[in-house]
């Protein structure tokens, strides 16, 4: 039996400007002045520097709003939505050039310079080599990776050879080639493993004592040494402890990653702008935000004067309406991103300042322990905005402080009850805890199940497994690879 019924709900939907606004606001300092270069670009009723948009509005309205001629185009000769899009959108409302993440397009720079492998190859060309091992050593230099290793067996190299460069060799002759490739600098480059590439950076050094030792421990002991066992290498090389710690002294100094050390290998170098400052002035905190979010924008004066020249007009022509449209769509656009620029500001400077506020103590103090448990709902709730809208302006914007640099996003925690059953952000659990490790004695570094009780003993009642979770998200190593000697 079929029924029917009708059930009302609401919903919420975001418009296209909303849309657009919230991604203005997502955007960093550098990304945003792009963002507002593109648009001066395409638009060319936007321009910069100081007017009075006001009175083009007032003439705007003028324009449209005189209906003395009978010709005159006036508002209701004109629906806005008719002429802005065929799908009743206004085009630059729904464009998507911008960093957001859910609409993620990027462009790629070129960055001038040698790559590494041709810095590889230009150093193979000062090499006598025949034009087989020639070859050979220019695809091994193209299988060295962006660490300078190559991480694959002979044996696939050889195949890889016969198929694709129809070289037909064997595999004494590639490791006679490749113990060329491994003479090259960065010292280790060429490496199939972290055991040769320390090693090859070893025999490189001059041969002390010390050095030769380090050699036989890495070729005769490695995995022990990894591990950190101390005392097995002390009995199995008959050595003492001081002459085992000036041989981990050499090995220490080595480069694990000889590629990254290479200065011209394309990697573009990123500059963080920050997008707030905070000083202390007079025992007060002071928030400014980054000039640069700031521009002055108004509308284009040649375009006002373009509807007053046809506003003058005697004859108008289908083109010239059509030309009223298109400047009247451009100027549509223009006031809008002035405006959201404006919004862009305000909401940016309102909920950076919530976020000082709220951790005021620790802005006039640089400690982290003075750190207030804070989520994006706090702020949220502060400033009555939406938690969506403090995520996109904590994720992605960097503030200026006396005590350094910070992405925003740094200073909202969770939190957790101390023994006197009070709040307190599991920042300052973290800070406390990396303060007990750094003072640790090395030759004995403490377990968690002892960071565990050393954190209880100063009121934070925290389990083994959340010390465990701290440290390992602090980046320190368990306590056995923490050892030293």
Not at 21 to 31: D, F, G, H, V, W
Not at 36 to 42: A, P, R
Not at 453 to 472: D, S
């Amino acid at each position: 039996m079929l029924k029917q019924h009708l059930q009302f709900k609401l919903s919420q939907k975001l418009s296209p400007q909303q849309i657009q606004l919230m991604k203005l606001i997502q955007l960093p300092t550098q990304a945003f002045e792009q963002r507002l270069k593109q648009e001066l670009e395409e638009n060319p009723a936007l321009e910069t520097g100081k007017e009075d948009a006001n009175t083009l509005e007032d003439d705007f309205q003028e324009d449209f709003e005189d209906g003395s001629d009978s010709e005159n185009i006036n508002t209701e000769d004109i629906n806005i939505d008719d002429y802005l899009s065929d799908d009743e959108i206004p085009d630059y409302r729904t464009k998507a050039n911008n960093y957001s993440a859910d609409d993620d397009e990027k462009s790629v720079p070129y960055a001038a310079g040698t790559s590494f492998n041709q810095f590889l190859i230009n150093q193979l060309n000062t090499v006598y080599l025949s034009d087989d091992e020639w070859s050979i050593a220019e695809f091994l230099v193209g299988s060295v990776d962006e660490s300078g290793y190559i991480r694959r067996p002979i044996s696939d190299i050889l195949d890889d050879l016969a198929f694709t460069q129809n070289i037909y060799t064997d595999e004494e002759a590639i490791q006679k080639v490749l113990k060329i490739v491994q003479e090259l600098d960065p010292p280790g480059v060429g490496a199939r493993s972290l055991e040769e590439c320390l090693i090859i950076q070893l025999k490189r050094k001059e041969a002390t004592p010390s050095v030769e030792l380090a050699i036989g421990i890495l070729e005769k002991s490695f995995d022990q040494f990894t591990k950190k066992h101390y005392k097995k290498l002390v009995q199995k090389h008959n050595i003492s402890e001081e002459v085992l710690k000036g041989a981990i002294s050499e090995i220490e100094k080595l480069n694990p990653k000889p590629g990254g050390s290479y200065a011209g290998n394309n990697r573009m170098v990123e500059h963080v702008v920050p997008d707030f400052s905070i000083r202390i002035v007079e025992g007060e905190l002071e928030l400014s935000l980054n000039g640069r979010n700031a521009p002055e924008l108004h509308v284009s004066r040649e375009y006002n004067n373009m509807l007053k020249g046809y506003k003058d007009s005697k004859d108008r022509s289908k083109s010239q309406k059509d030309a009223v449209m298109f400047i009247k769509q451009k100027l549509d656009a223009a006031k809008w991103f002035i405006d959201a620029i404006r919004q862009r500001q305000q909401t940016l400077f309102i909920t950076m300042n919530a976020i000082m506020q709220y951790q005021k103590e620790y802005f006039l103090t640089g400690d982290e322990r003075n750190l207030r448990p804070m989520i994006l709902k706090d702020i949220a709730d502060e400033i009555d905005m939406d938690v969506s809208t403090v995520s996109r302006v904590a994720n992605s914007k960097y503030v200026d402080t006396p005590y350094g640099t910070k992405l925003i996003k740094e200073y909202f925690s969770e939190s957790m009850k101390n023994d006197q059953g009070e709040d307190v952000s599991t920042r300052e659990i973290k800070k406390i805890l990396e303060t007990v490790i750094s003072g640790e004695q090395k030759k004995k570094p403490l377990t968690d199940d002892r960071l565990a009780a050393i954190l209880k003993e100063k009121g934070y009642p925290i389990a083994r497994r959340t010390v465990a979770k701290y440290r390992e998200q602090l980046g320190i190593p368990v306590a056995r690879l923490r050892k030293q000697i």
